[in-house]
């Protein structure tokens, strides 16, 4: 049996990574700090004999007995209100995290994926963003601590690839949407819908002309599958290109909810990317890979978890890291 290790492994992401790598027939090690993942996103898995868990800050150094074949690092703060609320330790997973990971990695032979993201185009100017755009970054506004991170991610990563021979996956993430994300984590598909859920206006930041394009979470988990298998080194753009401005994204969410609220603007926060869109010719022709599910269904999907959750439960998603 293929072991894999799992960092993040509590989080939105991670959990649905976790789930995947089971269903597939691996023995999964999840490693999670637990400051923005939760436990009751793996707690289904803790009676599998093929799921060990770790309570384990990937910054520091990272021991694990025993095999492993492959390793995915999806630890990291991803939302712009996490990443103001502890700017150090976003810094920290996303550079001496990946380091650790990758000595890991190099140490056990094992491939290495790490997730990168649409971040390091930052506010874009070109559009939609293909893989060899180098980006348009602020490195000292409010995003820097994430965005560099995962620059610097890139770089470390591709140079264990260069100089040690490693074998190395980068995953370029476009917005992501689905079941289990945290309702306070300041994401605007979870702020619409708990401001929805309450009987809240849902607030728009700037005039909502801003576009976002946003993927289902299974979409996107096929597309790292499918990428780990690969043998390809460079980076991925993964993400579904339908793109949407931020209003018109309230008004779905309105009628999906049947909510009798409107739309309320506040300030646009600082260094909010203009549009963002990606360019999935790289996925489509190196790992036969597109999006299957529309926006539509991926938001019914999402709703009825969000509404089949007890009230104790939105209260823990609603105020987890608050
Ligand atoms: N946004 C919004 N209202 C909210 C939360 C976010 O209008 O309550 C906007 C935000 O300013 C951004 C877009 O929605 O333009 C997507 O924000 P999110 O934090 O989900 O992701 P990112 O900005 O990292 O793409």
């Not at 930041?205 to 988990?221: E, K």
């Amino acid at each position: 049996m293929k072991r894999v290790l799992i960092t993040g492994a509590a989080g939105f992401l991670g959990s649905h990574l976790c789930d995947r790598f089971i269903k597939e027939g691996y023995s999964v090690i999840g490693m999670d700090n637990l400051i923005t993942g939760d436990l009751k996103n793996i707690e289904h898995l803790f009676k599998l004999k093929e799921f060990e868990f770790y309570h384990h800050d990937v910054s520091k150094f990272v021991y694990v007995p025993g095999e492993l074949h492959y390793i995915l690092h999806f630890a990291s703060p991803a939302s712009p209100i996490d990443y103001l609320k502890i700017p150090i330790q976003t810094l920290k997973v996303g550079s001496l995290g990946t380091h650790n990971l990758l000595g890991l990695a190099k140490a056990k032979n094992a491939r290495i994926l790490v997730a990168s993201t649409s971040e390091v185009y930052g506010d874009p100017m070109v559009h939609p963003q293909p893989e060899d755009y180098w980006g348009h970054v602020n490195p000292i506004g409010p995003r820097g601590v994430y965005d560099e991170a995962k620059r610097f991610q890139e770089a470390i990563t591709m140079a264990y690839h260069n100089f040690h021979g490693l074998e190395t996956r980068i995953v370029r993430i476009f917005n992501t949407y689905g079941p289990r994300m945290r309702l306070n984590d300041g994401r605007v598909l979870p702020a619409f819908i708990g401001q929805a859920l309450r009987g809240e206006d849902l607030t728009v930041f700037g005039d909502g002309t801003q576009t976002r394009s946003f993927c289902y979470v299974d979409d996107l988990i096929e597309g790292i599958y499918r990428l780990l298998m690969s043998d390809y080194h460079l980076p991925v753009n993964i993400g579904n290109p339908d793109e949407i401005t931020i209003a018109e994204f309230g008004e779905e969410i309105i009628k999906l909810t049947g909510a009798n609220q409107q739309l309320v603007f506040h300030p646009l926060p600082t260094d909010d990317p203009k549009q963002r869109q990606p360019d999935i010719s790289r996925a489509k022709s190196i790992l036969g890979w597109e999006p299957t599910i529309n926006r539509s269904e991926g938001l019914k999907r999402t709703y009825a978890y969000f509404k089949s959750l007890t009230p104790e439960e939105l209260h823990r998603t609603a105020h987890r890291f608050a």
